[in-house]
């Protein structure tokens, strides 16, 4: 399979503050891939070096081979959702996708119509009098009706409803079975957005911790529960992800188990239960459990 | 679904429990990769890694430019791995909980009989 996204070392400093530290990973072609992590961990910068919109400080980023810096023909065959998106000022809905095939080879103008229709878009309204969630909307209907080869979302459903939400997902996945292209889903709703993902890369403080098929990733880790002694002489010098306790219980979340490991936890007396991506992701990006992994 | 099972093996679980229920017959077609992602709501390659899982375990076979369709002999097939791992997935839990509950083995063994005289007629 061919590789659309392929990072090598990439920095990015603002004067003082290090954005992202020595970055590296690929992406293959045709893969929907969640961009995960916290509040201020470099993903937004890290989409906008991957779209040109920003220089590296150091490090090099090739997407479709080509560095993305002012090259039309990388350019044109990426759509970039922001989190916040401004448009013109008088602008209308109904420019907005008016305005977007010139931009976007692949739109599907019969494919926009019923999003608008899904998502119920005022189309006559001005941008600026849109709520957060329809705003969210008009960005969710352009990042798909393009078609683009490679298409970022970041944080995509912003004051989307549920409803919105589960629609945006339906719709993503239905169209991508029929015109396969990569796509980059930077979002805090990890539990929503799990089962989508083939690959999940995980940014933490500007570094990668996490880049890996969302199986594997998935499956990366186990809880064990049961009493505390039973539970610390069977997990013993394995490194925790995270400890628990209360009263005389302990539940404590370590590496995957082979399944003789399982059944010797569950001849002793211990539940185990499965670790959510999300529940992964807090475990190893929250600074209160990495400060226990080290006193450990 | 059971979280703690890879998403993909589930889906070959669900297909297989669909062929040991009758609900998808041999020799019958069975809804596409994309189908099932699109119903599951998973994403289209792990949705795929689990058909391909029963192809390799020839309980699915591929008809070129048509699609999957459940192999002959599969019913039986599935059946004979399943009980394998009846003891393991069934009777060892069964046995722990029993354990810490104070049920004897003879007790237990009691329950199950007098369950299945319940379901007379049923093999």
């Known amino acids: ?296 | 679904m059971d979280a703690m099972r890879p998403i993909f093996i589930q889906i070959a679980q669900r297909i297989e429990n669909d062929i040991l229920s009758g609900a998808l017959l041999e020799e019958t077609q069975v809804p596409s990769t994309n189908e099932f992602a699109g119903f599951y709501r998973i994403n289209p390659a792990t949705a795929g890694k689990g058909v391909n899982l029963l192809v390799d375990a020839g309980i699915l076979y591929k008809k070129r430019g048509i699609g999957m369709f459940v192999a002959d002999g599969a019913l039986a097939r599935i059946r004979a791995n399943r009980r394998e791992q009846f003891r393991d997935e069934f009777v060892r839990p069964l046995l722990a909980e029993a354990a810490g509950l104070g049920i004897s083995r003879a007790q237990l063994a009691d329950m199950i009989l007098s369950d299945t005289n319940k379901e007379e007629g049923v093999a």
């Open chain 1, 1 to 296: 399979m061919s590789t659309v996204i392929e990072v090598s070392g990439l920095s990015k400093r603002f004067g003082k503050v290090v954005a992202l530290d020595n970055v590296s990973f690929s992406v293959g072609q045709n893969k929907i891939c969640g961009l995960l992590g916290r509040n201020g961990a470099g993903k937004t910068t890290l989409m906008q070096l991957l779209t040109g919109q920003q220089f590296a400080t150091s490090g090099t980023i090739e997407i479709f081979g080509r560095s993305p810096v002012e090259t039309a023909s990388v350019l044109e065959r990426i759509c970039f959702i922001k989190e916040s998106q401004t448009y013109p000022e008088d602008f209308c809905v109904k420019h907005v996708f008016a305005s977007a095939p010139w931009f976007f080879g692949g739109w599907d103008a019969g494919f926009a119509d019923q999003l608008i229709d899904d998502f119920r878009i005022p189309t006559n309204r001005r941008v600026k009098k849109l709520s957060r969630g329809q705003l969210s909307a008009v960005g969710v209907v352009v990042g798909l009706a393009s078609r683009a080869p490679l298409t970022f979302f970041d944080e995509p459903y912003l004051g989307l409803d549920a409803v919105a939400r589960q629609t945006f997902y339906d719709r993503l996945l239905e169209d991508y079975a029929e015109h396969p292209r990569t796509v980059i889903l930077s979002t805090h709703l990890i539990d929503e957005v799990s089962n989508l993902l083939e690959h999940v890369i995980v940014l933490d403080q500007g570094r990668v911790i996490i880049d890996g098929a969302a199986d594997d990733v998935r499956s990366s880790a186990t809880t064990v529960v049961g009493p505390r002694d039973a539970v610390d002489a069977f997990v013993g010098d394995r490194a925790a992800l995270s400890r628990q306790g209360v009263g005389g219980l302990a539940s404590v979340t370590i590496h995957a188990l082979t399944s003789d490991e399982r059944h010797a936890a569950g001849d002793a007396g211990l539940e185990l239960s499965p670790v959510s991506l999300q529940q992964l992701i807090i475990h190893r990006t929250n600074s209160s459990s990495r400060e226990f992994e080290q006193s450990a």
